[in-house]
């Protein structure tokens, strides 16, 4: 399944990320029980399987993370997702994880008490 291996290729490039990847190794315990529990999040969010029953916004608050770790993060997933999924579904799914990356990081700033301005784009 194309999730399967852009998971896959995708934590492959985070934990061998100098940024990203101590962080990860520290907060997950069992890799195998976590990717599979990605893939159904991420079948949720592409296909609308509801596959995942988690609480993203919880799994996220308290890790030491900042504006550049969801940046980082962003890059591994956008060049993971070229690299295996069609251009047309890497778009797709690049679309949804900015939108879960800046969803997350405001909630995680919130419950910082870290005002953050959200970016928009311009109006023409």
């Not at 529990?37 to 890790?63: E, I, K």
């Not at 070229?82 to 995680?108: D, F, K, M, T, W």
Request: net charge positive; charged share 20%.
């Amino acid at each position: 399944m194309m999730l399967s291996r852009l998971v896959g290729t995708f934590y492959e490039r985070i934990r061998s990320d100098p940024a990203l990847g101590p962080i990860f190794e520290a907060r997950i315990g069992n890799w195998p029980d976590h990717l599979d529990r990605m893939v159904d999040f991420w079948s949720s969010v592409a296909l609308m399987t509801g596959r995942y029953h988690g609480t993203p916004m919880q799994a996220h608050v308290g890790l030491p993370v900042n504006e550049s770790h969801f940046e980082r993060w962003l890059t591994l997933f956008r060049e993971a997702a070229r690299q295996v999924c069609s251009p047309a579904g890497a778009n797709y799914l690049i679309v949804r994880a900015e939108r879960i990356a800046r969803s997350i990081h405001l909630g995680i700033s919130a419950q910082a008490g870290i005002p953050k301005k959200a970016k928009r784009g311009n109006a023409t």
